[in-house]
């Protein structure tokens, strides 16, 4: 029995394509140039045509207007669903946004939009420059009391992000409206504890610097204790 022949190379399995070709049409040259019988013409033509579709030119604005308003009802019915839910997930994503916004636009009604250093060193000075002064001290307690109730109202977010979406995008850009807050909340705690001892404490601390928001760097998250 003859092995059939390998063709390694792309030029080799070419001519062996001529070579069959050449062959098979010299075999059936006869049945290939033979007329059309009756019998062949007529399962030609009792065999079904393909249905072949024709471009429709619209001519006119209103009949492209027409056409486009077609299409984008087909296409609406056709991916409803597909549709309805990329709706609402865009909707559910802009009303976190929106919250994220918020809190991090009442933060910075807080601090001046300054950053958190900066911040916390100003109510250290201005605490130091009034020692005597029990609204000094009220300062930083209103100002606690503020903070931690826009660090509750942005941990509902970041509850609710997890609820409804788990981990993912939507929780980064939430958790670091979180993470904003509590550093100040943090840096202002820290100061208010070492001003509660003395004046004197907290001037020997701060020249030490060994606050914590001389030590945290600005962009880094501080826990909450």
């Known amino acids: 029995m003859a092995k059939p022949r390998l063709y390694n190379t792309p030029e080799e399995k070419l001519e062996a394509a001529c070579t069959y070709r050449r062959a098979y049409n010299a075999r059936q040259r006869n049945k290939l140039l033979a007329p059309e019988t009756k019998t062949t013409k007529a399962k030609r033509d009792s065999a079904p045509s393909m249905p072949v579709g024709r471009p429709c030119i619209h001519d006119t604005p209103d009949k492209k207007r027409e056409a486009r308003r077609r299409y984008r009802q087909v296409y609406y019915e056709c991916h409803r669903d597909e549709l309805r839910a990329k709706k609402q997930e865009k909707s559910r ?4 946004t929106t919250q994220c916004s918020d809190i991090d636009a009442r933060l910075q009604a807080v601090t001046g939009s300054s950053s958190t250093a900066n911040f916390v060193e100003g109510l250290c000075k201005y605490f130091v420059s009034h ?3 029990p609204d000094s001290l009220d300062v930083m307690q209103t100002t606690i009391g503020i903070l931690e109730n826009l660090h509750q109202h942005a941990q509902s977010v970041v509850d609710n992000v997890i609820e409804k979406r788990g981990i993912g995008c939507d929780l980064s850009r939430t958790q670091d409206s979180v993470f904003r807050v509590c550093r100040v909340l943090t840096a202002v705690d820290d100061v208010l504890t070492h001003a509660i001892v003395g ?4 001037i020997e601390v701060h020249g030490q610097r060994g606050l914590k928001h001389q030590i945290a760097q600005d962009n880094m998250t501080v826990a909450i204790p």
Not at 93 to 96: A, G, T, V
């Open 131 to 133: 020692p005597n002064n």
């Open 199 to 202: 004046v004197g404490h907290l």
């Open 93 to 96: 994503l802009k009303c976190w």
